[in-house]
């Protein structure tokens, strides 16, 4: 893969405009994609908890990371046929009409069917919805405009994990399922004013030729390990913590989404003027003594900090990675980026609700989030590698 990074984004010229009108406009069906599938992330593992039980609430989680997984491999394929548009459109009403299923679901298949379907659908509006983005943002100011978008996709996130728990504990799971497909199927009309990229019928490169680039897969699983504890935290804290603890398990799911979106910002500054390079390392040591923090889950205070922590450290690593991700790449392989990115991004939270269900099972949450700490620290390994890679003469990290 070729690359080239503009050193003159680093300087104190005068600057492109970064917020256009194609980006407003894209903010509409990044807000009703991550509404939609905020709203209902820590919401339907309780309820197939409540309804199931015997680990329904990882299952249900895992269903959906996997589906998404998969939907991300096939997303690049995907947009070179049919354009961000068609890719983008699909990925919204999978993402909303099935929600809509969940108000009379209550076994365990039926509820895993629906996260499925979502997670498919999530798949392509992240993928799509990534590379079109990252083509509407001025090469110099990636980190900042990566940054900006970080923020409106955090702003849902920040809303939506406590709301959803907090409406579903007042006014039930019906309102929440639907409030939940609302939010995607209204963005729909957005699409056709999106530009789109031109579709080809030949082979196309795929998602593999990112796991092909030591470049690309470096960081890629350094984000995936710090992606680990992200899943845990929203599908675990509400089970985690006593039960007479609502308040706590929202206050949690407030503060964690944003430390993250503040620490994307500071990233993004940060990573335009010196190099996102630097930050990956210290992003994963944040995240990780974040959720070694987070163990402590009979302390209020220890867990409001832990989330905290590992929300700051997560924010860094978000924004560091893909930032260096797509520096790494020209704009025709965005798409393959994307998908990476995302793919270790799901696959990270898929794995470990599945994992973390398993393991508390067998050593209590405590034990579980301790244990999640120290796998996530194995990413020092290729950490450090890009870390070394990015230093020498001539890389453009």
Not at 128 to 142: D, E, K, M, N, Q
Not at 255 to 279: E, I, K, Y
């Amino acid at each position: 893969m070729t690359t080239s990074l503009n050193s003159s984004a680093l300087s104190s010229g005068s600057r492109p405009p970064l917020v256009t009108r194609a980006l407003l406009l894209r903010f509409v069906s990044m807000i009703g994609a991550s509404a939609s599938f905020y709203l209902l992330l820590p919401v339907v593992p309780h309820y197939a908890d409540a309804s199931s039980g015997g680990g329904a609430a990882g299952l249900a989680t895992g269903a959906l990371m996997l589906a998404t997984v998969a939907g991300e491999l096939a997303a690049p394929r995907l947009i070179a046929r049919f354009g961000y548009r068609i890719a983008l459109a699909t990925g919204l009403v999978l993402l909303g009409a099935p929600a809509l299923v969940l108000i009379a679901a209550t076994g365990t298949g039926l509820i895993v069917a629906v996260c499925l379907l979502r997670g498919l659908g999530f798949a392509f509006t992240v993928v799509a919805g990534g590379a079109l983005t990252a083509s509407l943002i001025p090469a110099g100011r990636r980190g900042e405009g990566l940054a900006l978008v970080g923020i409106v996709s955090g702003v849902p996130s920040l809303v939506g994990l406590p709301l959803g728990m907090w409406l579903a504990a007042h006014v039930g799971n019906g309102p929440v399922f639907t409030a939940a497909a609302v939010a995607a199927l209204a963005a729909i009309p957005s699409v056709p004013g999106l530009p789109d990229r031109e579709r080809t019928c030949g082979r196309s490169a795929g998602v593999v030729a990112g796991f092909r680039s030591p470049a690309l897969l470096r960081p890629a699983v350094v984000f995936a390990a710090t992606a680990l504890a992200a899943g845990i935290i929203v599908t675990f804290l509400p089970l985690a913590v006593p039960r007479s603890s609502t308040a706590l398990v929202a206050a949690a799911l407030f503060v964690q989404p944003a430390a993250a979106t503040v620490a994307r910002w500071l990233a993004g500054r940060h990573g335009d003027r010196h190099g996102p390079a630097g930050l990956v390392l210290p992003g994963l040591l944040v995240s990780a003594a974040g959720t070694l923090l987070t163990a402590l889950t009979g302390s209020p205070v220890a867990v409001v900090a832990g989330v905290a922590l590992f929300g700051l450290g997560f924010g860094v690593s978000q924004n560091a990675t893909l930032t260096l991700m797509y520096a790494r790449v020209p704009a025709a392989e965005y798409g393959i980026v994307s998908a990476l990115w995302n793919f270790a991004y799901d696959a990270g939270m898929g794995v470990g609700a599945l994992a973390f269900g398993a393991a508390a099972g067998r050593t209590g949450y405590p034990a579980a989030f301790a244990l999640t700490a120290v796998l996530m620290l194995t990413a020092l390994a290729p950490a450090r590698r890009d870390r070394a890679a990015a230093s020498s003469p001539g890389s453009p990290g």
